[in-house]
């Protein structure tokens, strides 16, 4: 029984160490979890209070009238395609959410699909590039989820370009470009900025990486999601979505093109000559062919040791026209031809070795050798693989602050999707995270807390509890079956032992088994305990007490007498059972013993 202890105890104490930093983790969400259930217990919301000292912008979309006054519709063309769609038409509205989750809680929704729309609003104030840092944090959800679209935003340049935001249209110039979007299963998360080249004042779009972490959810879970750019004044950037960093680097490093070009370029001008040899092989010159190879040789040939098998039917045709077949009625030999039955399988072949032709079967050519080819030799004129000479580029630059990018001065959402229903909120443009997490914890985390609340079924919070990853179900279950397999294996080797023991051989066999010596001693002492003089000396003393108590009570007298009937009987039987082959002589009771009176019926 210790082996098995011995062998629970380091299993458990194996799986116990792999999965004991993720068991306090299950313990820390729960307390987490039941934290969240008393906060939103009683959820209120209200239009968070945006103060313009601390918000360069800052828009929630619950005053329609305040939503009137400060957004500017596109009234703008497209100057790329044709007329009958090139008109920004697109329809906007401020509304509730299909699946409303906070009272009186707005949002911008684009209602129409396949229509190009766009709309603007200027900052309370331009945001500089400076010495803080850019953050931009806005909320989305695609209520009919989407297969084919965009539900990003801009921020528009300052300049002349921008005067008009009624002729907002997709190349006004922009500073950033940030957010989701899809087509097909192309999925990005844009963020792009417009460099301006310092020596010539040319722009240039630069394009960051994609994030490793897939965004699929957002596009068909038609839930509110959250999305924040980051960009710092030490020329490095990071995007969370819904609170979680899914990509951050260096404006330096992780776009394309990079801020900086190359300080050297290849020389348009410069021509591979003509007798530059690139190859590092050759055939060497100095082989020549084996005088016994033959390029003829077939690959395969006739088995030349196969022989036609007994009983082959050489002049019986394999297959024969069908002669139960008959020309159609409608057959024209004008037209059609000659009319022949169609082929089916001789009857004869089917009880035959076979028919037709003997053919031996094919074998692999041992002479085959190919064609010939001369053997590889290192080149001696190999020269390198040819480039063109490097020069100074012309337009290099050096770009030692990419941060301070084009001021910016309004926010603008220009789109075309074919999915409607997209709803915008909580835009906001600001210089500090904490403000930021802050209007978040007063928006999109109580939406959060409300669907989570909504989803806490059991099997939801153990998925959560595990990370999402089933794979530890499958740790956790062995964890919890080993001391099961383990007393399984316990009575399964019990029944075993019971099953070979000699009393089991016994009653499958039915073979005697003597028993043991002392076995034979406690059924020697019960035979004697239960022999007849035992049994005569109770009597005798039975019988004393008798006389003794004849003027006692009748009712006593009797209930002592069947008393003493049944322990008679008792040892009686007990003595049988004990030991049957054990029959000692009776021995006589002695004279003058007082007989027992007749018991009364």
Known sequence: MGKYFLLIGICLILVGTILGDEGDDIVNKDIEEEKDSADVSDISYESPYADPARFYFAE???DKDRFESRWIKSQAKKDDIADEIAKYDGEWEVELPQRQLLPNDLGLVLKSKAKHAAIASRLNRPFVFSDKPLVVQYEVNLQNGQECGGSYIKLLSSGKDTTDLKQFHDKTPYTIMFGPDKCSTAIQMHF?????????????EKHCRNAKYRLDDPFKDKQPHLYQLVIRPDNTYLIRFDHKIINEGSLFTEFNPPVNPPKEIDDPN?????????REKIPDPDAKKPDDWNEDEPPQIPDPNASKPEGWLDDIEEMIPDPNAEKPADWDEGMDGDWEAPLITNPVCEKAVGCGLWKAPMI??????????APLIDNPNYQGKWAPRKIPNPDFFED????????IGAV?????????DILFDNIIITDDEDIAREWATQTYDLKRKLIDREANTLWDRAMKYMGYKPGYWFAYFVYCSIPVIAYVWYLYSRRDSKENSPEARTKKSD???PDSEEKEEVSHKKSNLNSPVTESKAQMENLEATDDAENDNYEDEEEEDEDEEVDEDDTIIEGKEADEEIQPEPVEPETGVKKRKPRRE
């Open 412 to 420: 603008g959402i220009e789109l075309w999707s074919m999915s409607s």
């Open 511 to 513: 073979e005697h088994v």
């Open 60 to 62: 929630h979309f619950d």
């Open 192 to 204: 792009i900025f417009r460099h301006v080249n310092p020596i010539n004042g040319t722009i240039t």
């Open 270 to 278: 410069d021509v591979k000559p003509e007798n530059w040899d690139e």
């Open 400 to 407: 030692n602050n990419p941060f301070k990018m084009t001021t």
């Open 364 to 373: 692999s050519n041992p002479n085959y050798k190919g064609k010939w080819r």
